[in-house]
Every structure is written in C-alpha cells, then in structure tokens.
C-alpha cells in the first residue's frame, strides 16, 4: 500500500461544515451508495471493487481501521463508506493494484462528514414537507428535558424520530449535541432548510435499524412518540426497542397514558426502569413523560 498522510481536525470550506472531500484532499467525491441508508449493504463494496480505475484512497480511523475507500477515474472520484459494513479482500486487492495511498482521520469526524454529505444530497431532491412547528411547544420540550437531565456540555444525546427537528433544536440550545434520525425525507429536509437540524448531525434511516449505523451514547429522546394503537404498535415497541439499544437513558414523550404504559413495559423488558410523569403544560404532544433507565 502506499504512504499514510494523518490528518487532524475538522475539514472547512469557507465555513463550518464538514466535507468528506476535503477528508480525502479531492476537490470532489461522489459516494457509490445512493442513500445514508444504503451504507450497511455489501452490494456497494462489490459495485466499487472496479477494474478500470488509476489512481486509490483510503482513509483508515484512529485505531488504522478502514472507514472510506475511493477510486479515480474517468468519471472522477468515487468513494465508499465502511462506517456501517467492512471492506473485502476483493476491494482491498483492487486499491493495491493502483498502489494507493492512505489517509487518516478521526473515525467521529468522517462519521459527521459522511452524514452531512448525504443530509444535503437528500435536501437538494426531496421537496420540504409543510411547517410543522408550533412554536409554543419548543419552551416546553426545553423544560422537560432540562427538568430531567439540565443543562448540556457538548455530550451527543440522540433524537429518535427527529421530525422537522424541533426536538433537536431544543437538545443544541440546552448545551447537547444531537445526533438526528427518521425516515420522512420530507421532514428531513424542512428541518435542515429551517435551521433546526443540522446536516452534519442528521440521518435519514429505518429507526428500527439504528443500531447499525451508530454506537450507543449515554442519553436519547423520543418526542411525542405515537399513536401507539393495536395497528401500530409492534412498529412502536421496534423503534423504541432500537431507541434502547443505542440510549443509556431514554425520555419519552406520549400523549395518553395507556401510551406512557407500553413504554413502561417496553423499558422493563428490556431490562430498565421506568419513571412516568405527567406534564401539565402540554395537553396533547408530550402530556405523558417517560424517563427510561437502566435497571
């Protein structure tokens, strides 16, 4: 293989955020997977593993892990992302066949580069969906969270079936770093083009799957979560499951008790307490309040 060149730090264009170009010292890059989505799928490593390429990249993490490989050429710069799978034997063979040459960053920040990349690609083909947002309910979502956790100091909390982003905004005013997931691009894209999510931080995937694309952090919400209802409720007690495996501590909103209930029993079967509170300052959205912990 050929020499590594360590790099440190954030990549900045004139601005604060991430390129995943600028990662790999190219002017440009398109990824071979079609979606954030799609980075957990072998078929991409094979589509890239390519015969007619002249020059590689790889950029390998803090531990020497490979987390990206690219290709030149004639189309330009094609890369792949092994944040979610890992790269084979076949492609690794085909990047020393152009005797490429090796990158490094920091797994977090490529992560964020990765995210940011598809955030904008999605912003840019999927139509916003309608403002959402009442504006009272952004107060009291900052209470409740605050009421249970206080202020932030940077740590990332997760924002499970992120919506628009009102919770997200909430969780970065109050001092958290958010990292952002649903699967209505629709949504998505109005939260980024209204500023309450942030590409960088944002994930459009299967919440049932989160698993997959990210490691466990210490805190988590999920707002207003529901309508849990005979038809609805095995995808709820899925997301909620998901919700749990990547959470320390989870705060749940619901509108109805008996909601605030599946949640209970959720958490206790997956081995965690559960706390239920009501809040009085909101009749509808987040009426119910469940803080999840483990047991």
Not at 235 to 243: D, E, R, S
Not at 256 to 274: C, D, K
Request: aromatic share 8%; glycine share 10%; net charge negative.
């Amino acid at each position: 293989m050929g020499s590594s060149r360590p790099r440190t730090g954030c990549i900045s264009d004139g601005g604060s955020e991430l390129k995943a170009a600028g990662i790999l010292e190219l002017d440009e890059v398109t990824f071979i997977e079609p979606s954030f989505a799609a980075l957990t799928d072998p078929l991409y490593t094979d589509l890239l593993a390519r015969d007619n390429a002249d020059q590689g990249r790889m950029l390998v993490d803090e531990n020497s892990d490979p987390v990206a490989v690219a290709f030149h050429e004639s189309a330009g710069w094609i890369a792949g992302s092994f944040l979610c799978r890992h790269p084979n034997v076949a492609l690794i063979d085909a990047f020393e066949q152009v005797n490429g040459e090796i990158y490094q960053e920091d797994r977090a920040v490529w992560a964020a580069a990765v995210r940011e990349y598809f955030s904008l690609r999605l912003a840019a083909e999927i139509s916003a969906a309608m403002e959402d947002l009442n504006p009272a309910r952004k107060g009291i979502l900052a209470d409740v969270i605050a009421g249970v956790w206080g202020k932030g100091s940077g740590e990332t909390c997760i924002d499970c079936g992120c919506g628009s982003g009102v919770g997200s905004l909430v969780l970065r005013e109050l001092g958290y770093s958010p990292l952002s997931y649903d699967n209505d691009a629709s949504l998505l894209t109005l939260g980024i083009q209204k500023g309450r999510l942030l590409p960088e931080e944002t994930m459009c995937i299967d919440a049932t799957q989160v698993s997959a694309y990210t490691q466990p952090v210490a805190k988590g919400i999920g707002i207003m979560m529901g309508e849990i209802n005979s038809f609805s409720e095995d995808m709820w007690h899925q997301i909620a499951a998901g919700l749990f495996s990547v959470t320390g501590e989870t705060l749940i909103t619901v509108g109805t008790e008996p909601e605030a209930f599946r949640i209970r029993e959720w958490g206790n079967e997956a081995g965690r307490s559960v706390e239920i509170r009501e809040n009085p300052c909101d009749a509808f959205y987040d009426h119910w309040v469940c803080v999840v912990r483990k047991a």
